[in-house]
């Protein structure tokens, strides 16, 4: 009889699509309301642009300008523009402007995985976590596995199992067919890739 060489124990796999287009529509990503940050940039453009308002307003009927408004005029007339407190106020001011910007173009939930929209009126996600322990139940249904940890991603399932009976490589092929199957049946928008390691329980001296 041939023998083969021992599995190397800390073999990874290579990523590879796990799904087949099955029938359905794509769904894009959930974009997330945001509404603390809308509700704080509304609120504070909202009280500038009225304040501001105002004072024109006034000054238009005949009446003196507001105190700050000439004084932060007078203030930027004479104030050098390579001051260090300037250059940290302008540098504050385009960080929370690209903050902003940020939200407004970033969908955002990325805890929240699309799934295949079988009807254009139902559109259903499910919890990264909640498909990571899904997964995780499925490869501890596997002979010879004594623990397994999934982390799930977008575009990546990672799996870190440890055996402590079999071969390596029936386990390995039994993971890699539990969890196809899994990832197949959890119906998500895109098709993440797989990966895995297996390795033996750490001997304790």
Same mark, same amino acid.
């Given at each position: 009889?041939?023998?083969?060489?021992? $599995?190397?124990?800390?073999? =990874?796999?290579? $990523?590879?699509?796990?799904?087949?287009?099955?029938?359905?529509?794509?769904?894009?990503?959930?974009?997330?309301?945001?509404?603390?940050?809308?509700?704080?940039?509304?609120?504070?453009?909202?009280?500038?642009?009225?304040?501001?308002?105002?004072?024109?307003?006034?000054?238009?009927?005949?009446?003196?300008?507001?105190?700050?408004?000439?004084?932060?005029?007078?203030?930027?007339?004479?104030? $050098?523009?390579?001051?260090?407190?300037?250059?940290?106020?302008? +540098?504050?001011?385009?960080?929370? +402007?690209?903050?902003?910007?940020?939200?407004?173009?970033?969908?955002?939930?990325?805890?929240?995985?699309?799934?295949?929209?079988?009807?254009?009126?139902?559109?259903?996600?499910?919890?990264?976590?909640?498909?990571?322990?899904?997964?995780?139940?499925?490869?501890?249904?596997?002979?010879?596995?004594?623990?397994?940890?999934?982390?799930?991603?977008?575009?990546?399932? =990672?799996?870190?199992?440890?055996?402590?009976?079999?071969?390596?490589?029936?386990?390995?092929?039994?993971?890699?067919?539990?969890?196809?199957?899994?990832?197949?049946?959890?119906?998500?928008?895109?098709? $993440?890739?797989?990966?895995?390691?297996?390795?033996?329980?750490?001997?304790?001296?």
């Amino acid at each position: 009889m041939e023998e083969r060489d021992p $599995p190397d124990p800390a073999t =990874r796999y290579e $990523p590879r699509p796990t799904l087949s287009d099955d029938d359905g529509e794509r769904a894009g990503r959930f974009w997330s309301t945001r509404r603390i940050p809308a509700g704080l940039a509304a609120l504070v453009v909202l009280g500038a642009a009225g304040l501001l308002l105002y004072d024109v307003a006034a000054v238009r009927a005949g009446q003196h300008a507001m105190y700050w408004r000439r004084a932060l005029a007078a203030q930027l007339a004479r104030q $050098p523009l390579d001051e260090p407190w300037v250059l940290v106020a302008a +540098g504050v001011a385009m960080a929370l +402007g690209l903050w902003l910007l940020a939200l407004a173009l970033t969908p955002g939930l990325r805890g929240l995985l699309p799934m295949r929209r079988h009807s254009p009126l139902v559109r259903a996600g499910i919890d990264r976590d909640a498909a990571a322990l899904t997964l995780r139940d499925r490869a501890m249904e596997v002979s010879g596995v004594q623990s397994a940890r999934v982390r799930m991603g977008r575009s990546k399932v =990672r799996l870190r199992a440890v055996s402590h009976f079999r071969e390596l490589d029936e386990v390995r092929d039994d993971l890699d067919t539990a969890l196809r199957a899994g990832i197949r049946e959890l119906g998500l928008d895109r098709a $993440p890739a797989l990966t895995m390691r297996v390795r033996r329980p750490v001997k304790k001296r």
